[in-house]
């Protein structure tokens, strides 16, 4: 039998597999990660106008009044709420708590749900 | 330890995370507790003797942090040396960048507070 | 019942392809295996593996409905429909359900999993105690079906270089035995970026592993065993 000349197939189409509930909470700490980078420029450049002048603080204070600035004040509340959860929860596993799967399972949702929950207090908060 | 010791991006993952965790708890309560936030009294704080430093400190281990999950992301995903050289070479330099920037800002309120 | 099958034959040099069949299970099928067993005497050109079929031999691992497990542990009753049949996601296809392993073996022999004792045997065994044997619980049972490996992103990304969940349960399970000497260079083996660090522990593959084990657990282990020896 003649070896085959193209290299084989293999299967890896990601919307055909079914993840479990940790999966999705460990690629969403991932993104979570990258929107943070990403926001690390613009905390730092924040960081310098609030404490140049008064006008820099006031400005940064009221970012959020227009409902784009929201939208992505939400996504970052989110990103950091989801990232600081899922951190502390791989943390805890580190020294041993909760690295059983049934543990993992449900500290994995609660993650998920607890960081929607936290960024949507949060708009809650800027809508009053 | 070995230059390519996973070990110690690992440990330096760990040890930031627990900073910024302890770091945002500090920041928390200076930030809750006391009158409310204006431009001085923000200023007075982030400026202070004390509070400064953190602030660097915090911006290092949010830097570090960022630096080896970033360099995780690329590991894992991209796969051609010469793209993933210089996805690094961007990631450094924009942490550098920040580092610089908040070591600049601190700096000069400082010296004038001084 | 109704699946549907990933089909792919070398030789025709077409692209993969899903086949439907339908097929009725007899009284005494009970498990995924046994309709597959059916299934060819139908078409004997669907080829996958199988050996024991007791979970014993770890041959007949697939992707069953979007998750890895072993046709002859997988109860017919409860499968959705159609059930979905794959091969083992990110391993290079040879035909249908079977798929090249000689990339994991290579990882699991990296490991070198075999005790390692540099005195001469001893008349008769080298005894353990209780304690130590019990250490060994929960690694030993591993059939290396490479379900865990082939459900782990990380090993996804970079199956030639990280050691993926099997290996590096089979990796621990060493470290553990009081008997092996060896665990210094087990552990330095293992203290790289891409061999054992690319573990992000998302537990895919606990959740997968048709003998309950756990290798994030073992991966974890591995991690404080070098965070001791370093401190």
Redesign the interface.
Known sequence: ?AR?V???????NLL?????V??IA??AH?VA??L??LA??P???G??A??R??AG??AMRDLLSSPWRALVGLILVWAAAHH?LA??R??L??V?IG???AQ?RASARAVLVVAVLLALVFAAGWLT | MRLFSGQRAWLVQ?VS??LI?LL?LVGGVLLLFGPAL??AR??AL??GVHVAPL?VLF?AA??AH?WV??RD?VLDYIQPRALRLAVLSA?AV??F??MV??LL?LAA?FATSL | MKLSI?R?N??T?E??RMQDYDVAPAAGDKKLLDLLMRLRTADDSLSFRRSCREGICGSDAM?I???NGLACLTALEGLKEPV?L?????????RDLIV?MTQFFAHYHSIKPWLIAEEPPPERERVQTPDERERLNGLYECILCACCSA?C?SY?WNPDKFIGPAGLLQAYRFIADSRDVATAERLDFLDDVYRLYRC?????C??VCPKGL?P??AI?RI??ALLKRSS
């Open positions: 039998m085959p193209r290299p084989l197939p293999v299967f890896l055909r597999i079914r993840f479990p940790g999966a460990s690629i991932r990660g990258v943070l980078f690390l420029p905390l730092a450049l960081l310098d609030s404490l002048s008064e603080f006031e600081l951190g502390i791989h943390l596993m580190d041993g690295g059983g799967l993992a | 760990r995370a627990l965790l945002l204006d431009h923000w200023h982030a400026t602030i911006f949010l830097s960022a999950g970033m992301i990631i924009v942490l960048a920040v920037r908040v800002t309120h | 990933y792919f070398p030789e040099g692209p993969p992707n409905n979007g998750r979905v794959r091969p083992l996601p990110g391993f290079p296809v040879i090249d459900f992103p996804w992000r522990t998302i537990m895919n606990t959740e756990s994030s657990h974890e991690r404080i």
